[in-house]
C-alpha cells in the first residue's frame, strides 16, 4: 500500500467547510490528501462535484444514512460522484441491544447492498463504542452483526471506538477479516477512562468518552501501528471527532505519521 492511499473524512473539518467550503477542502489537498470520506454529500453534491474536482481528489467512501430510510438518492448522488461504497455512519445504541434489533439492521444492510448494486456501489457500516461493548451470545454486537451479513456488505472499523469499546482492536480485526476493507484512524488519550459506565444490560453509557481528548494518530494509546498490520488491505481513513488544537495540523500530523508507517 503506498503511503499516499489515506483517505480523510471531512466530518473533521465540519467547522470549517461550514465557514468555507471549497477552501477547506483545498487545504486539505494542500496537506496532501488525494482521497477523502465526504458526509452530508446528497444535499451539496453539485459542490462536491466541482471542489473534488478542482483538487484532483477521488471518493472511495462517503457516509449516509441506510437503515430505515429510502436509498435511492443517495445512490443516484454517490453514482455522479464517482463514490465506491456508501457506509452507513451510525445505527442508535438502542439498536444492538438483541439478537432480534441486531438481524433487524443487518436485513436492512442485506437489502440496502442489493439495491446498491444496481447503481454499481457496495455498502458498509461504521462502528462506535456501543456495538463493540454491549454482548450478544457471548461476543461484541459487531461481530454477531458481521455474521449475518451478506458477503458483499463491508465494514468500516473505527479503531478509536472499538478501543472505547473495550476490545484489543488488532484482534477484532484478525476475526473480522477481509470484511474490514476501511478504518477509521484516530487517537485518544484517556480512551477508556473511568467515566465509561456500563448499565445493567451491559451498555455503554450516552456519554462514552470524552472526545475532546482526541489526539493526532500515534500520539495516544489506540495501537494504530498494530491496527494498520493486522488489516493491510484496507483503506486508512484519518479522522477527528473533536480537536482542541488547530484541527489542520491535526490531521497533517496524523496523515505524516500513517505515511511513515506505511511507506
Known sequence: MSGLNISLQLYTLRHEIEKDFAGSIARAAKIGFSQVEPWNFVARAA???????DNGM?????????????RKETFEA???????TI??????????LSV?????????MNRAADEAFEYGLHVG????????ANKVEGQSALEYFEGLLEEKVMLEVDAYWAHAGGLHVPDLLARLGNRVQYLHIKDG?????????????GELEASQTDTREQVPAGKGEVPIAQVLAMAPHALPIVEFDEYRGDIFEGIETSLN???GLLQ
Open 125 to 132: 457500516y461504521h462502528n462506535h463504542a456501543w456495538e463493540i
Open 78 to 84: 454517490a453514482s455522479k460522484l464517482g463514490i465506491k
Open 47 to 53: 459542490e462536491y462535484a466541482k471542489v473534488l474536482s
Open 87 to 96: 457506509v452507513e455512519p451510525m445505527v442508535d445504541q438502542s439498536g444492538w
Open 58 to 70: 477521488t471518493v472511495p467512501s462517503a457516509h449516509a444514512h441506510l437503515v430505515g430510510v429510502a
Open 100 to 108: 432480534e434489533e441486531i438481524a433487524h439492521t443487518a436485513e436492512e
Open 257 to 259: 505519521y500513517l505515511k
Open 189 to 201: 488519550k484517556n480512551v477508556r477512562s473511568s467515566e465509561n459506565t456500563f448499565n445493567e444490560r
